[in-house]
């Protein structure tokens, strides 16, 4: 990590621990905290596309995986959530193994096609599953909940510690926790051999492979690891909201939570977290807006992969280059009439 | 002798940072066959490329007949009359040998009197009419070569450019090969030949430019190149 | 018996349907390396083109599927100059084409949302009624219509590819880029032309899906993922090789649906396909049409 990277945590850490105790309104905590879970899931994405270089499109299927596995373990084996967690991510990396496996040894488009038909794959399976599970007893439910999807699997827990006004601060600081923990793999496998054997993937694949790299080994590695916090991130939201359905599946959360790769920044670490902010923030001026939200969207996409592909994370590092090369510069210039 | 049908004036080209060609000057007489000789790996390709324009030039000015090609893309070349068989031939492989020819008079204005050029493209390469039907991936390496050859000339270009025809050809071939060339010659083609190896052509060219890291060394003809052994020895292994 | 009769009406006729769009995408893909994700709402568009031509200008109903055909075609135009004319030869093209014409993807279908509405309408370019028996399996008029109607684009494609100068054209694009510019091939146009064709292609796609089921602004979503899994299983690029696989995923489906239940056939088609890959990761039919060098 370079100095500037800790300076921001620091800033970032601040405001972000420091917002609570403003007592700012409930619903600039419950949209801070949902930022926090998207940030955590694009943070991994970014890991696996921007990092790694797999195209894949599984991550929200792998978010559903964690999400609808905490609701099923809550549900059906009345299990504390807390407990459920770890196993949900857990589920989430055999899921994203078994999808590496299959896939990672094909080419770059062939991953991004079936990966992307993995979620659809999930979102027809659950919208067809209509039989009554004998689980759920008393209702005709199925077990997966179906279209409408499930609830009823209990949550963090911070209601009963910290009573009905102020649980959601509790739900507020246990997401930013996995974005901090998130954050903190990311900037690890980036700095570890890992992402040096990708760097030198990137740069010179022959010499990489010559030496031994095995870039599908590591892809393995990245996809499998990553997919714990993206799994992590669903069984989160499941508890936060207390139900989990196959929206969670839907093309436009894959269009928002793409936009906001895009638009942060693919393969730098901040990307994600800018992405998630610009692209909550813009939201909330869409909100009113219906459809022509998502034709905002699809337009915005458009527009950064073809003027900005590095998104405004990759805009802001060339200014800052610029800056700082002009900057050292001109205080060369000055310094030399001095001497 | 007579006038330059191309003109090449301090052409510079290159990959990314990397400069391939620096400065490249010569002209190519009508009527004439000039070859460029060089080690791989020194910019001739890329020199064919850049006059194609397949690969734009970075400097400099390329012209055809008395008018500029250099800024026009490689489609609009074709038409004013510049014929680049490449190297690695470039054909289309899961195409039929007729097909391929098909697509060397894809320019209306190569399709005068096709089927008279292609008796006479037939005649100087009899291979290709045994193999009409047969796809072109799976012809051989000299069969290849033919086809890229009857292809290219095909689009009736008053400008041939062959680069390294022999490369990659069994002896035996690259004897038919330049025979087809020394044909193309005798009817009086402008001939522009790329190649690494100086025996095949030192007979044949009426002038040979030497390229070496990208610019040009040395320039004469075949006679004055015998004379200067020692280039024949670092540049071309004797 | 009857349930492999069932599977085989079933099954061709949801291969007819799938074959038309994957066709074009594979075209498109072998032509210049796009995976166009705008394609499936190209087939919801083409679908409400026919409402449009019926129900809003009052075109007689056989006009409508030339009508639909032109727009699908003018659609292509528009998506090519939207992204693929700035992108083309740029760093990391190959993915952020995905993205970007994903972009427009949503445009077209969130644009059919705002002006349509959510609510499903019926195809009017549609036959009813049954044709007849094979065993005791009924065969409607509408399959035999998408069995036909898929059939004579697939051999008119044929044809075009082979047989003129503009589908040579198109086919030596996709085989040698360089090749065909040597050859006079103004190769930006050819990838024009070959959009077009693809939407085109997809909007007879989106009529026929849209007569078996309804028409909806998401109506694209599922017809283009099975026609992605189709090019995969096929090999990218390889266009008679999109038609067999076409075929097959379509049985496959239907003897999972049949056999199973509806909502298998998904799941079971792309199990399938991932095991082919593993095992042929080159496509089954390899890159036999537009082998690159």
Redo the contacts between chains.
Sequence with gaps: MMRRDYILSAVLLVIAVGLPWLDPPRYLLAQGLLLFCWATVVSQWNLVFGIAGIFSLAQIAIFAVGAYSTAMMGRYLEMNLWYAFPIAGVIGVIFSLLIGLGCLRMRGVYVALLTIAVGQVLFVLIMGDGECSPLNPGICMSFTGGPSGMGGFGGFGWREVLGGRHFIIGDYYSMLGLLILAMAFTFWIIHSRMGLAFKALRDNPELASSRGISRFKYQLLVFALSAFFTAEAGAFFAAHFGSVGPGQLSFTLLLFLISMLIVGGMGRPWGPLLGAFLIMGGDEFLKEAGEWRHIGFGVMLLVFMIFLPDGVAGLIDRVWRRLTTRGGAARAGKAAPAE | MAEALLKVAGVSAGYEQQMVLRDVSFEVPEGSLIALLGPNGHGKSTLLRCL???LRPTKGTVELAGKRIDNL????I??HGL??I?Q????????SVY?NL???V??PS?RVRFEERLKDIYQLLPRLKERTTQLA?TLSGGERRMLALG??LL?GGRLLMLDEPSLGLAPIVIDQIYEVIADLKRQGRTILLVEENASRIIDMADRIHLLDTGTIVWQGDGRELAAQPQILETYLGG | MDYLIQIIVSGLTLGSMYALSAVGLSLVWGSFNCLNMAHGSVMALGAYFTLIAVDSIGFPVWVSLPFAMVGGALVGTAVYYLSVHWMLNTRNYETNIIIATFGIGMVMENGLLKIFGGYPYAQPLTVQGVAGLIGNVPVNYRSIVIWVVAAVLMVALGLLLTRTRAGRAIRAVAQNRDGAKLMGVPVARVYVQVLMLASLLAAVSGILISTTLQIVPYMGANPLLKAFIVICLAGLGNILGALYAALLVGLVEASASTLWAPQYGFPVILVVVILALIWRPEGLFGRVMVARQ
């Design positions: 194609s324009g397949l893309p490689a489609d609009r074709v038409g014929v680049h490449p690695g031939d470039m054909l289309f492989p899961g195409m097909d098909l697509m060397g894809y320019l190569a991936r292809r290219g689009t």
